[in-house]
């Protein structure tokens, strides 16, 4: 049984957690989940490593929304940089889902990305923990998460 | 009983430990304070470091005011890349209370801004340590602390 | 036998990492390659660190295309510091072979630029491996990845 | 007996160190001086980590001096996350002393600017080494080092 | 006998190392040199920690080129948070030089500038192997490698 650690904010305008957590339900089985909700992203690095050391996790989504103002994008950038270090220092993956509130036109449209984002990266915690050759087949494909997938570029030589 | 770290500048221009610590004994009972102050904000991390190890805090509240300009801006994300550092080294939740002094139009509004700010995060902080449950609760719903909540951004469905 | 550890995205509109080993299987012999597909550059770090201790690699290439957004640009920094970290923590290399979506004019070039860049940069980790010697007669020459080489400012007086 | 160690640069415009001494001489006693001279402030770090750990020292000031240009900035970062650093791995200490050299408008302001600043902050190592509640007792009143502090924003009740 | 590590690029467009190792040998005697070159500046770090850990350097020099671009700027400061890390875990000086292609307004003042700052950091080399008391003599007096020196701003009383 894997343990998948959800961590979350007050901050953030969308619940992104239950999202993903339905939309992982929907994909398999094979894992439980552990939450933590804290105030802000700043507060999720430390968040992630007490769910990794001491609930067991195998790895953890992070989700946040940074808002439009500069000092926003300096907190997002600090808590991007302790997920790193948790990374690191445990050697599981954090799977980062932040949606920037100025990404998005509106209320709608912020609530509709928020949404996709949270499930699509759901699915690539799915893989991660037990499917990795699919991502493996997806690579150079510019996939996105939430927005339209890009595709590849050209013609890249497939291995 | 629980230890509540303090951390806070001669720098800032409003003396928001003391909100936060008002705050907290209006709450609820079964903590006891430690407080720092330093000179300023880069001082923060390393006091933060020693209410954890030498006065046994089981969690810290950091205040700090940085000032309008670039040098100043980068100041406060050296100190919070500190603060972030001594968290994950302590597995152990710093809550930055930081105030930008250019967030508020003058001197009124900016101790207006530092007592709310410092009062609702000494609430986060009392959630954290005593009911972890009611952030869950509020998780994705936009709230803030200071200016009014900006509430969720639509029709998330809660798990 | 060395080990060259391969690390890619989906999120990448390219596949360098076949390039990349093609380019190596041309050159030379004596190794063998693990690849470890992540979603998106900021999952790169802690994957080097799972190819280095659990898959024994000697070295590793890291292949991502940041996008053109500020975001993306963040991102890139935080993958790169995350890359930094892991290769101190391993002393060992970690190449890195990012192409930013907006160093090229179109898709044609994009891809043309992915390619180059991946091929000359496998040629790096070859002279790692087994030629370091090959880097020291090309110090201070003005090579470049992909675009042209921009060759020596002047009479540098080699040693 | 404190040791108090002293870190400055050959790049800086003053000598900012002999000012704090001089100041630290006039304000008490109980401790005695480490210098350590380096080249720029990227040199900084690891030297007051050598004070630390080889020359015994309880606390240290660190001088410098950052240019004008982009370039000077970046590097003044890099030595404060170096300086943070070094206080988090030492449990101690390190007050960093920066005039940027665009601070002041010209020669004469710069150097009254460094003089001033170098001997308040020597006044906080004293307070730090011998006399926190002297800090506490002026927390949140908006003290400045060089130019005239700013004074509290408005009715702050203290504790 | 002292071991001075000296790590430098193919990337950069001048032969900085030889300048620099050229500077040495006319200076003093009772050291050695190991090099070690790699593509660009952010594989400086872990090459300056090998060299530090199995080739018994003192003190290493690193040489490096940043390019004009944003996205060099950020290698530069990427790379030189790396060096600051190596330091710190070694306890040992890393003399960073480093010309950013966009200081000169041609090749002919680049290669000019390269050698000068490349010489004139190798002394500083020199006196922290050596003769540290050369480098307080200095403090504070404006010292520039490769452009002139700016000199003290005024009339600071020296210790």
Redesign the interface.
């Known amino acids: 049984m894997k343990v998948i650690g959800i961590v979350?904010?007050?901050?953030?305008?969308?619940?992104?957690?239950?999202?993903a957590?339905?939309e992982l339900e929907k994909t398999g089985t094979g894992f439980i989940f552990q939450?933590?909700?804290?105030?802000g992203i700043?507060?999720i690095?430390?968040?992630a490593?007490?769910l990794f050391?001491d609930y067991n996790c195998d790895i953890v989504m992070a989700f946040g929304m940074p808002g439009p103002m500069?000092?926003d994008?300096?907190?997002?950038?600090?808590a991007?940089?302790?997920?790193?270090?948790?990374?690191?220092?445990e050697?599981?993956?954090i799977?980062?889902v932040f949606v920037?509130e100025d990404e998005a036109m509106d209320?709608?449209e912020?609530?509709w990305l928020?949404?996709r984002r949270a499930r699509e990266?759901a699915l690539?915690v799915y893989y991660?923990l037990f499917d990795?050759e699919k991502?493996?087949e997806?690579?150079?494909?510019?996939?996105?998460?939430g927005f339209p997938d890009?595709?590849?570029?050209?013609?890249?030589?497939?291995?």
């Open positions: 979350d904010t007050t901050f953030a305008r969308y619940d992104m957690a239950s999202a957590m339905d939450r933590y909700t804290v105030p700043k507060d690095p430390v968040a490593k007490i050391e500069p000092v994008k300096i907190s997002a950038q600090i991007s940089t302790g997920i790193m270090e948790v990374q690191l220092q050697k599981k993956h799977i980062e920037h209320d709608n912020l609530s928020c949404d990266h690539n991660l990795k991502l493996t997806n690579a150079g494909m510019g996939l996105r998460q890009k595709g590849p570029a050209g013609s890249g030589h497939k291995h």
